[in-house]
């Protein structure tokens, strides 16, 4: 699976952006993919320095690209990213 | 719930920091302009510490505050830097004061009060006189490996780091879109009218006129009426004897001098 995942804004306010490939699990792939295509729930208006995380996921047969806040990112995704780029060099 | 109210230290360092520096904070605002916590309604302070996994940043939610204990490459314990900590407590008083729209030039004055009140706090909790402070936010957070020094400087906007991007005059406005259109960006001119400000009238006059400056602001606030405004409760605070007499003429040669100006009607 190749990734680009992209933090921006926060109290620092210096971007980062993560590249690569990841090798998954066929069903953690699936879970992944499954919480990707979901509604994003609304974001929290009284948040202040929160960061956007901007994805691009895909492969030979699957292809998104979402954006959420630090307010309406969902946990397994933020656990999926810190797992990520952590690998990342 | 690791340490409440009253409660002696724990073992996590950065949980008894946390609990300090707030604690720090909200003497300050009790103590200075008689605010009864971040509402002025006795809200409890709440902080979340060693927030998701090498997390490089803090932030206010409306309710509480969050802290990340940094990737341990480029930065670290966010809940241990004064300035961070009343940065992120200042959002909540801006809330409550004036709810500043989170988006261009409200959204910068939002970010601006939050770094002036950082700044401030930072030389009291440091003991620090205007000269002997480096007015930098953020300093204690980067490690040796991040390039540059600090996230912000007040004193010198867009120099703090190889990244920094803050402009100090209306000359170098940010109008993109990223940053909810520079929210941490364009709030380096207010920044550096602050500190000029400071230089002239030193610190606790300049937080007073502040402090009462972000009581009488509003929602879709832009930097001409935060200029107006500021004038306008400097007059105020010296007919009262309160400040400095050439405070008003101070404040409105400090905003010129990074562009703005009073139009003239
Ligand atoms: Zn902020």
Redesign the pocket.
């Given at each position: 699976m190749n990734y680009k995942i992209r933090i921006e804004g926060g109290?620092v306010g210096i971007s980062k952006e993560y590249a690569g490939e990841i090798t998954m699990g066929r069903k953690e792939k699936d879970n992944l993919k499954r919480v990707l295509v979901k509604k994003i729930e609304n974001t929290n208006p009284k948040l202040?320095?929160g960061f956007v995380y901007s994805i691009d996921l895909w492969d030979e047969n699957f292809e998104h690209r979402i954006t959420y806040d630090e307010s309406n990112l969902p946990e397994s995704v933020r656990q999926w990213i810190e797992k990520t780029i952590a690998k990342t060099d | 719930m690791v340490r409440k109210e009253k409660d002696p230290d724990v073992e996590d360092r950065t949980v008894n920091e946390a609990y300090d520096t707030s604690g720090f904070v909200r003497t300050y605002f009790s103590g200075t302009f008689g605010l009864n916590s971040i509402d002025n309604e006795g809200l409890d302070i709440i902080s979340n510490v060693h927030y998701g996994q090498g997390y490089n940043n803090a932030f206010?939610d409306g309710d509480e505050m969050t802290y990340g204990d940094g990737d341990g490459v480029e930065f670290t314990n966010f809940a241990s830097a004064i300035d961070v900590v009343a940065?992120?407590l200042v959002?909540g008083v801006t809330q409550f004061l004036a709810n500043l729209e989170y988006q261009g030039q409200s959204g910068a004055l939002?970010?601006h009060f939050?770094d002036v009140f950082g700044t401030i706090i930072k030389q009291k909790y440091l003991k620090q006189s205007i000269t002997e402070a480096d007015w930098l936010i953020g300093d204690t957070v980067v490690t040796e490996k991040f390039p540059g020094k600090a996230i912000r400087s007040m004193k010198s906007p867009g120099t703090a780091n190889d990244f920094d991007a803050q402009p100090d005059h209306m000359d170098n406005y940010y109008t993109g879109m990223a940053d909810n259109q520079g929210v941490?960006i364009n709030s380096g001119i207010p920044n550096k009218a602050f500190y000029l400000s400071c230089m002239e009238l030193g610190i606790d006059d300049c937080a007073l006129i502040w402090f009462n400056t972000l009581k009488k602001l509003w929602r879709t606030v832009k930097f001409n009426d935060m200029m107006e405004i500021s004038v306008e409760t400097a007059q105020e605070l010296q007919k009262q004897g309160g400040i400095n007499q050439v405070a008003p003429k101070v404040i409105e040669q400090s905003f010129a001098q990074v562009g703005l100006t009073q139009v003239m009607a």
């Amino acid at each position: 699976m190749n990734y680009k995942i992209r933090i921006e804004g926060g109290f620092v306010g210096i971007s980062k952006e993560y590249a690569g490939e990841i090798t998954m699990g066929r069903k953690e792939k699936d879970n992944l993919k499954r919480v990707l295509v979901k509604k994003i729930e609304n974001t929290n208006p009284k948040l202040r320095d929160g960061f956007v995380y901007s994805i691009d996921l895909w492969d030979e047969n699957f292809e998104h690209r979402i954006t959420y806040d630090e307010s309406n990112l969902p946990e397994s995704v933020r656990q999926w990213i810190e797992k990520t780029i952590a690998k990342t060099d | 719930m690791v340490r409440k109210e009253k409660d002696p230290d724990v073992e996590d360092r950065t949980v008894n920091e946390a609990y300090d520096t707030s604690g720090f904070v909200r003497t300050y605002f009790s103590g200075t302009f008689g605010l009864n916590s971040i509402d002025n309604e006795g809200l409890d302070i709440i902080s979340n510490v060693h927030y998701g996994q090498g997390y490089n940043n803090a932030f206010w939610d409306g309710d509480e505050m969050t802290y990340g204990d940094g990737d341990g490459v480029e930065f670290t314990n966010f809940a241990s830097a004064i300035d961070v900590v009343a940065h992120e407590l200042v959002h909540g008083v801006t809330q409550f004061l004036a709810n500043l729209e989170y988006q261009g030039q409200s959204g910068a004055l939002n970010e601006h009060f939050s770094d002036v009140f950082g700044t401030i706090i930072k030389q009291k909790y440091l003991k620090q006189s205007i000269t002997e402070a480096d007015w930098l936010i953020g300093d204690t957070v980067v490690t040796e490996k991040f390039p540059g020094k600090a996230i912000r400087s007040m004193k010198s906007p867009g120099t703090a780091n190889d990244f920094d991007a803050q402009p100090d005059h209306m000359d170098n406005y940010y109008t993109g879109m990223a940053d909810n259109q520079g929210v941490h960006i364009n709030s380096g001119i207010p920044n550096k009218a602050f500190y000029l400000s400071c230089m002239e009238l030193g610190i606790d006059d300049c937080a007073l006129i502040w402090f009462n400056t972000l009581k009488k602001l509003w929602r879709t606030v832009k930097f001409n009426d935060m200029m107006e405004i500021s004038v306008e409760t400097a007059q105020e605070l010296q007919k009262q004897g309160g400040i400095n007499q050439v405070a008003p003429k101070v404040i409105e040669q400090s905003f010129a001098q990074v562009g703005l100006t009073q139009v003239m009607a």
